[in-house]
C-alpha cells in the first residue's frame, strides 16, 4: 500500500511527537500502571477485607432494615443516604451516609467498618496523581488530551507505518529494539489508546466544561448544566415520612425485570424534596446505570433515560464503564490490564528511544530507571502498608519511589538498577501474599483474595525472571566492553 | 456462536494483512483489500452479535489490537544483542533562553491549548441543530481531541507564535460569540 508524508512533516511530527512525549511521559507510565491495577478495583477491595461477609442480592426487607436503623439511631440525619447492593466483581453492601460508613450483613444490620486504603490509594493515584483538589483530576484530564495529541504526532512522525506493521525486533540495536516495541504496540492499540484517552480526559474536563457551559448558556448556574446532560431532579414537595426504599426495590422486577439494581440513593433525606434514586445495571449496554426515580412512597416517578433518552446522556454516561473495563466481565478486564501495562510500554519504550538517541548517558538515565522500575516496588510497599499499617497514605508509595531513584543513582548503571529492583520487587510481592495470608487466614484463599493473591506471586515471578533476563543481558554487554566516562 | 464467528472474522482479517505483508503468493495481490474487507465485516458481525452496538464495536475494537498484537508476537525476530557502551557524561544545564522558550511552550501547550480547546469545541457544537445536551456531550468528548491537535501543531510548528496567535484568536473568538 503506498503511503507517504512529506519528510517535513515527518520531522515536524517528530519534534512534537518527543517533545509532548518528553512532557507527559513518566505521569502517563504511572497513570497507566495504576489504571492497570485499577481495572480490578473491586477484587482489591475485597482483598483487603476478606472477611466481610459476600452475598448475591440484598433483599428489599433487608436493605430497608438497613436503611430504618440509620434513621432510627440519628433522626436528623440529612443529605444523601446511600445504599451500594451487591454487583458483579463485588458481592457485598454497604451504606454511606453522614452517620457513617459501613458493610451490611446480608439481613441489613450493620457490618464492619469499610477500609480501603490501598484500592483507594491507586485509584487516588489514577485519578489525580495523589494531588489534592481537583488539580490532579484536572492535570491527568490534560495528559489524556496529550495522549490525543501523541496519538496523531505518532502517526504523522511514522512514515513505514504499514512497512513496519508487523515487524518486532528483539535484540539487535536497542534503539531499533525500543522503536520497534513502541510502534507495534501503540499503532496496533491507537484504538484502545484514542478510546482511553477521551474519556480518561472527559473526567476532569468535564468539571471545567460544566462550569463554562453554565456560565455560557445558563446564566451562571453551573448545576443548571449537568442536569442538561445528566438529568434534573424531581421536584416534590411532601410531608416527610421514612422513605419506602423496600418498596422501590421491589418494583424493579416489574419495571425493568432484566436489570440489576446496584445502589439505591435517597437524595436530600429527611427534606421535603428527599426521594429515591435507584441506579440498576443493563448488561446490554454500557452505561454505568439507568437511574429510576421514586417518591418517598417508593412510588415509581420516571427513569432518567439513559438507556434510550438522548445519546448524549447516554455516551456520557457511558464514559466509566468503557474507560475501566467493566463490561462484557472478566476477559474485558483482563484484556483491559494488558492493554493498559502495553500503553505503560509505550511510554516507557518512547522516553528510552529519546535516551538511547542522545547517544550519552548521565544521571537522566539513572534516574529513569529507578523511576520506571521503582514503581512496582512502590506499589507493593503500598500494599504492604494497607494490610499492615491500614493506611493508604500518598508517602507509602512516593517514597519508596523516591529511593528507588536515589538508589539508581547512588548504583549509577540502569542495567543493574533495573535488575535489582524488579528482584527486590517480587521479594515484596511474595512478602505482601505472605503477610496476607497469614493476616486473614483461609479468607485469603478464596474468592477474590485468591485470585489478587495469585496475581501477585504470578507478578513475583514475571519480575524475578525478568531481572534475571535483564542481569544476564547486563552481563553480556559489560563482557563486550566497559562503559566509557567522560568528565 | 455470534462471539465466536466475530472473533473468527477478524483474526481472518488480521492474517490477511500479515500474509500480504510477508508477500505471501495467494495473499500478495488482494491481502491487503480481503484483510480491511473482512475487518470492517467482523466489525459489523461484532456490532451485531452481542446485546448491543456499542458493546459491540468495543469488542470489535479490542478483538483488532489483541488479533494484531498476536501475529506481531508471533513474528518477532530475536537477534544478538548489540548494545555499545555510551560515554558518561556530566548534565549541562540549558541555557536561559532555551529554559524560557520552553516554558512559553509550555503555557502555548498546557493553558493557552486547552482553554482554546474547550472554548472553540463548544463554539463549534452551539451552533448544531441539535437537542443541547447533546450538542454539550459533543463539545465535552471533542474538546480533549481538540486540545491534542493544538498541542501537537504547537509543537510541531517552527515558528511557535504562529499557531499561539491563532490559538489566542480562536479563544477570543470562541469566548466572544459565547459571551455575545
Same mark, same amino acid.
Given at each position: 500500500?503506498?503511503?507517504?508524508?512529506?519528510?517535513?512533516?515527518?520531522?515536524?511530527?517528530?519534534?512534537?511527537?518527543?517533545?509532548?512525549?518528553?512532557?507527559?511521559?513518566?505521569?502517563?507510565?504511572?497513570?497507566?500502571?495504576?489504571?492497570?491495577?485499577?481495572?480490578?478495583?473491586?477484587?482489591?477491595?475485597?482483598?483487603?477485607?476478606?472477611?466481610?461477609?459476600?452475598?448475591?442480592?440484598?433483599?428489599?426487607?433487608?436493605?430497608?432494615?438497613?436503611?430504618?436503623?440509620?434513621?432510627?439511631?440519628?433522626?436528623?440525619?440529612?443529605?444523601?443516604?446511600?445504599?451500594?447492593?451487591?454487583?458483579?466483581?463485588?458481592?457485598?453492601?454497604?451504606?454511606?451516609?453522614?452517620?457513617?460508613?459501613?458493610?451490611?450483613?446480608?439481613?441489613?444490620?450493620?457490618?464492619?467498618?469499610?477500609?480501603?486504603?490501598?484500592?483507594?490509594?491507586?485509584?487516588?493515584?489514577?485519578?489525580?496523581?495523589?494531588?489534592?483538589?481537583?488539580?490532579?483530576?484536572?492535570?491527568?484530564?490534560?495528559?489524556?488530551?496529550?495522549?490525543?495529541?501523541?496519538?496523531?504526532?505518532?502517526?504523522?512522525?511514522?512514515?513505514?507505518?504499514?512497512?513496519?506493521?508487523?515487524?518486532?525486533?528483539?535484540?539487535?540495536?536497542?534503539?531499533?529494539?525500543?522503536?520497534?516495541?513502541?510502534?507495534?504496540?501503540?499503532?496496533?492499540?491507537?484504538?484502545?489508546?484514542?478510546?482511553?484517552?477521551?474519556?480518561?480526559?472527559?473526567?476532569?474536563?468535564?468539571?471545567?466544561?460544566?462550569?463554562?457551559?453554565?456560565?455560557?448558556?445558563?446564566?451562571?448556574?453551573?448545576?443548571?448544566?449537568?442536569?442538561?446532560?445528566?438529568?434534573?431532579?424531581?421536584?416534590?414537595?411532601?410531608?416527610?415520612?421514612?422513605?419506602?426504599?423496600?418498596?422501590?426495590?421491589?418494583?424493579?422486577?416489574?419495571?425493568?425485570?432484566?436489570?440489576?439494581?446496584?445502589?439505591?440513593?435517597?437524595?436530600?433525606?429527611?427534606?421535603?424534596?428527599?426521594?429515591?434514586?435507584?441506579?440498576?445495571?443493563?448488561?446490554?449496554?454500557?452505561?454505568?446505570?439507568?437511574?429510576?426515580?421514586?417518591?418517598?412512597?417508593?412510588?415509581?416517578?420516571?427513569?432518567?433515560?439513559?438507556?434510550?433518552?438522548?445519546?448524549?446522556?447516554?455516551?456520557?454516561?457511558?464514559?466509566?464503564?468503557?474507560?475501566?473495563?467493566?463490561?462484557?466481565?472478566?476477559?474485558?478486564?483482563?484484556?483491559?490490564?494488558?492493554?493498559?501495562?502495553?500503553?505503560?510500554?509505550?511510554?516507557?519504550?518512547?522516553?528510552?528511544?529519546?535516551?538511547?538517541?542522545?547517544?550519552?548517558?548521565?544521571?537522566?538515565?539513572?534516574?529513569?530507571?529507578?523511576?520506571?522500575?521503582?514503581?512496582?516496588?512502590?506499589?507493593?510497599?503500598?500494599?504492604?502498608?494497607?494490610?499492615?499499617?491500614?493506611?493508604?497514605?500518598?508517602?507509602?508509595?512516593?517514597?519508596?519511589?523516591?529511593?528507588?531513584?536515589?538508589?539508581?543513582?547512588?548504583?549509577?548503571?540502569?542495567?543493574?538498577?533495573?535488575?535489582?529492583?524488579?528482584?527486590?520487587?517480587?521479594?515484596?510481592?511474595?512478602?505482601?501474599?505472605?503477610?496476607?495470608?497469614?493476616?486473614?487466614?483461609?479468607?485469603?484463599?478464596?474468592?477474590?483474595?485468591?485470585?489478587?493473591?495469585?496475581?501477585?506471586?504470578?507478578?513475583?515471578?514475571?519480575?524475578?525472571?525478568?531481572?534475571?533476563?535483564?542481569?544476564?543481558?547486563?552481563?553480556?554487554?559489560?563482557?563486550?566492553?566497559?562503559?566509557?566516562?567522560?568528565? | 456462536?455470534?462471539?465466536?464467528?466475530?472473533?473468527?472474522?477478524?483474526?481472518?482479517?488480521?492474517?490477511?494483512?500479515?500474509?500480504?505483508?510477508?508477500?505471501?503468493?495467494?495473499?500478495?495481490?488482494?491481502?491487503?483489500?480481503?484483510?480491511?474487507?473482512?475487518?470492517?465485516?467482523?466489525?459489523?458481525?461484532?456490532?451485531?452479535?452481542?446485546?448491543?452496538?456499542?458493546?459491540?464495536?468495543?469488542? =470489535?475494537?479490542?478483538?483488532?489490537?489483541? %488479533? *494484531?498484537?498476536?501475529?506481531?508476537?508471533?513474528? #518477532?525476530?530475536? !537477534? $544478538?544483542?548489540? @548494545?555499545?557502551?555510551?560515554?558518561?557524561?556530566?548534565?549541562?544545564?540549558?541555557?536561559?533562553?532555551?529554559?524560557?522558550?520552553?516554558?512559553?511552550?509550555?503555557?502555548?501547550?498546557?493553558?493557552?491549548?486547552?482553554?482554546?480547546?474547550?472554548?472553540?469545541?463548544?463554539?463549534?457544537?452551539?451552533?448544531?441543530?441539535?437537542?443541547?445536551?447533546?450538542?454539550?456531550?459533543?463539545?465535552?468528548?471533542? =474538546?480533549?481531541?481538540?486540545?491534542?491537535? %493544538? *498541542?501537537?501543531?504547537?509543537?510541531?510548528?517552527? #515558528?511557535?507564535? !504562529? $499557531?499561539?496567535? @491563532?490559538?489566542?484568536?480562536?479563544?477570543?473568538?470562541?469566548?466572544?460569540?459565547?459571551?455575545?
Amino acid at each position: 500500500m503506498k503511503f507517504s508524508l512529506s519528510p517535513s512533516l515527518v520531522k515536524s511530527s517528530l519534534a512534537s511527537h518527543s517533545w509532548i512525549g518528553l512532557l507527559v511521559g513518566f505521569l502517563m507510565y504511572l497513570i497507566c500502571v495504576s489504571g492497570s491495577l485499577v481495572v480490578f478495583s473491586g477484587y482489591m477491595k475485597r482483598w483487603e477485607q476478606p472477611a466481610v461477609a459476600e452475598f448475591q442480592t440484598l433483599a428489599p426487607e433487608a436493605a430497608a432494615r438497613a436503611y430504618s436503623d440509620l434513621l432510627a439511631q440519628k433522626p436528623d440525619i440529612s443529605g444523601d443516604i446511600l445504599s451500594m447492593l451487591p454487583r458483579e466483581n463485588q458481592p457485598r453492601a454497604s451504606l454511606v451516609s453522614a452517620g457513617g460508613v459501613y458493610f451490611l450483613n446480608e439481613d441489613g444490620s450493620p457490618g464492619g467498618s469499610i477500609s480501603t486504603p490501598w484500592s483507594n490509594s491507586m485509584v487516588s493515584l489514577h485519578d489525580a496523581l495523589h494531588i489534592p483538589s481537583d488539580w490532579g483530576l484536572i492535570l491527568v484530564s490534560a495528559i489524556g488530551a496529550m495522549l490525543c495529541g501523541l496519538i496523531i504526532s505518532g502517526f504523522l512522525a511514522h512514515p513505514r507505518i504499514f512497512r513496519d506493521a508487523f515487524n518486532f525486533r528483539l535484540g539487535g540495536s536497542r534503539h531499533l529494539e525500543q522503536a520497534d516495541i513502541h510502534n507495534r504496540l501503540s499503532v496496533w492499540g491507537a484504538p484502545f489508546h484514542l478510546v482511553i484517552a477521551v474519556t480518561g480526559a472527559w473526567f476532569g474536563m468535564a468539571m471545567l466544561m460544566y462550569t463554562l457551559f453554565g456560565n455560557t448558556f445558563f446564566d451562571g448556574d453551573r448545576e443548571a448544566a449537568i442536569a442538561a446532560i445528566h438529568g434534573s431532579s424531581p421536584e416534590l414537595e411532601q410531608q416527610v415520612e421514612v422513605a419506602n426504599i423496600g418498596r422501590a426495590i421491589s418494583s424493579m422486577a416489574d419495571i425493568a425485570p432484566g436489570a440489576r439494581p446496584i445502589f439505591i440513593n435517597v437524595e436530600a433525606a429527611n427534606s421535603p424534596q428527599q426521594y429515591i434514586l435507584l441506579g440498576a445495571y443493563h448488561p446490554e449496554a454500557l452505561i454505568y446505570a439507568e437511574q429510576y426515580r421514586f417518591d418517598q412512597a417508593g412510588n415509581f416517578l420516571g427513569k432518567v433515560g439513559y438507556t434510550d433518552g438522548e445519546p448524549g446522556k447516554q455516551v456520557i454516561f457511558s464514559l466509566y464503564r468503557l474507560h475501566f473495563g467493566h463490561y462484557g466481565g472478566l476477559p474485558v478486564m483482563v484484556l483491559y490490564v494488558i492493554f493498559g501495562i502495553a500503553l505503560a510500554a509505550v511510554s516507557l519504550t518512547g522516553i528510552n528511544i529519546w535516551l538511547v538517541k542522545r547517544r550519552k548517558r548521565d544521571f537522566i538515565n539513572n534516574i529513569w530507571a529507578g523511576l520506571v522500575w521503582g514503581t512496582p516496588l512502590a506499589v507493593a510497599v503500598s500494599a504492604l502498608a494497607a494490610i499492615t499499617l491500614h493506611s493508604g497514605a500518598p508517602g507509602y508509595f512516593w517514597l519508596p519511589l523516591l529511593a528507588a531513584v536515589l538508589f539508581g543513582q547512588w548504583l549509577d548503571d540502569e542495567v543493574r538498577t533495573k535488575a535489582w529492583l524488579l528482584w527486590i520487587s517480587a521479594a515484596l510481592l511474595v512478602l505482601v501474599t505472605l503477610v496476607h495470608v497469614f493476616l486473614f487466614g483461609s479468607a485469603g484463599l478464596s474468592g477474590a483474595s485468591l485470585v489478587i493473591n495469585i496475581a501477585l506471586l504470578s507478578f513475583a515471578i514475571l519480575f524475578a525472571c525478568l531481572g534475571m533476563r535483564t542481569a544476564r543481558r547486563g552481563q553480556r554487554v559489560y563482557s563486550d566492553s566497559q562503559p566509557v566516562r567522560i568528565a | 456462536m455470534g462471539l465466536a464467528f466475530s472473533s473468527l472474522l477478524t483474526g481472518a482479517g488480521v492474517l490477511c494483512l500479515y500474509g500480504s505483508w510477508r508477500n505471501w503468493v495467494s495473499l500478495q495481490r488482494w491481502g491487503t483489500a480481503v484483510g480491511w474487507a473482512l475487518l470492517l465485516i467482523s466489525g459489523i458481525a461484532w456490532a451485531l452479535s452481542p446485546a448491543s452496538i456499542e458493546l459491540g464495536i468495543s469488542y =470489535a475494537l479490542l478483538a483488532l489490537t489483541a %488479533a *494484531a498484537w498476536v501475529v506481531v508476537g508471533f513474528n #518477532r525476530e530475536q !537477534r $544478538p544483542l548489540r @548494545t555499545p557502551a555510551l560515554p558518561a557524561v556530566k548534565i549541562a544545564l540549558p541555557a536561559l533562553p532555551t529554559i524560557a522558550r520552553q516554558i512559553l511552550l509550555l503555557v502555548a501547550v498546557v493553558p493557552l491549548a486547552g482553554a482554546a480547546a474547550m472554548y472553540t469545541s463548544t463554539a463549534l457544537t452551539a451552533f448544531l441543530p441539535w437537542q443541547q445536551g447533546n450538542a454539550l456531550a459533543l463539545a465535552m468528548l471533542l =474538546a480533549p481531541v481538540l486540545w491534542g491537535c %493544538a *498541542a501537537y501543531w504547537q509543537c510541531a510548528d517552527s #515558528r511557535p507564535l !504562529r $499557531p499561539a496567535a @491563532t490559538l489566542l484568536v480562536l479563544l477570543a473568538a470562541s469566548a466572544g460569540i459565547l459571551n455575545l
